[in-house]
T-cell receptor, first 117, second 113 residues
Framework: NAGVTQTPKFQVLKTGQSMTLQCAQD?????MYWYRQDPGMGLRLIYY???????DKGEVPNGYNVSRLNKREFSLRLESAAPSQTSVYFC????????????????FGPGTRLTVT | QQQVKQSPQSLIVQKGGISIINCAYE??????FPWYQQFPGKGPALLIA?????SEKKEGRFTISFNKSAKQFSLHIMDSQPGDSATYFC????????????FGTGTQLKVEL
């Protein structure tokens, strides 16, 4: 099992360019999440998807769009990149159902380090 | 609004000592409190988690203490080892609300020989 995979690992964009960050999980999880990590601020939720075909905004959704393509894949799109979007982006997945604590563990991918100049 | 406050920002502990990291939350609807460990260049990984119906949970050298009335919880790392040097994040969520994690700002732990 690969767990949660993310592509690309690194990306440099110019202001105004667009790009899509890809995420896939092979654990048959229902829920998927996109977070950004900035120094001194921890991880903040951008968007999440409780199931295929559903998405919802998190704490910092402005400037981003998402697509839950199927149960495995959840992509994050920057339509017009800004320097404020320079960050490390993490995708995560979780079963998020049932009573057991382990069902709520979020598994994180290795991250995409994005720089916008 | 910082819903989960974490301290200290950084911590240096001698090998064999006890590392203690504290968190406080505001939203009483939170019912799941995990701690994540992150090594440089890697994604966070779950270390241990607790529900508010218990006051303490121990897994190996790692213990979470939970004080529901004070809305505080803490991570204790016993017999700290150099391999424990990492960044630790507390988090909180509502399990029935999509399990969307709200993270603390992180504690950079260094365990010295």
């Amino acid at each position: 099992n690969a767990g949660v995979t993310q592509t690309p690992k690194f990306q440099v964009l110019k202001t105004g360019q667009s790009m899509t960050l890809q995420c896939a999980q092979d654990m048959n999880h229902n829920s998927m999440y996109w977070y950004r990590q900035d120094p001194g601020m921890g991880l903040r939720l951008i968007y999440y998807s409780a199931s295929e075909g559903t998405t919802d905004k998190g704490e910092v959704p402005n400037g981003y769009n998402v697509s839950r393509l199927n149960k495995r894949e959840f992509s994050l799109r920057l339509e017009s990149a800004a320097p404020s979007q320079t960050s490390v982006y993490f995708c995560a997945s979780s079963e998020a159902l049932g009573a057991g604590d382990r069902n709520y563990e979020q598994y994180f991918g290795p991250g995409t380090r994005l720089t916008v100049t | 609004q910082q819903q989960v406050k974490q301290s200290p920002q950084s911590l240096i502990v001698q090998k064999g000592g006890i590392s203690i990291i504290n968190c406080a939350y505001e939203n009483t609807a939170f019912d799941y409190f995990p701690w994540y460990q992150q090594f440089p260049g890697k994604g966070p990984a779950l270390l241990i988690a607790i529900r508010p119906d218990v006051s303490e949970k121990k897994e190996g050298r790692f213990t979470i203490s939970f004080n529901k009335s004070a809305k505080q919880f803490s991570l204790h790392i016993m017999d700290s080892q150099p391999g424990d040097s990492a960044t630790y994040f507390c988090a909180a969520s509502r399990m029935g609300g999509g399990n969307k994690l709200t993270f603390g700002t992180g504690t950079q732990l260094k365990v010295e020989l």
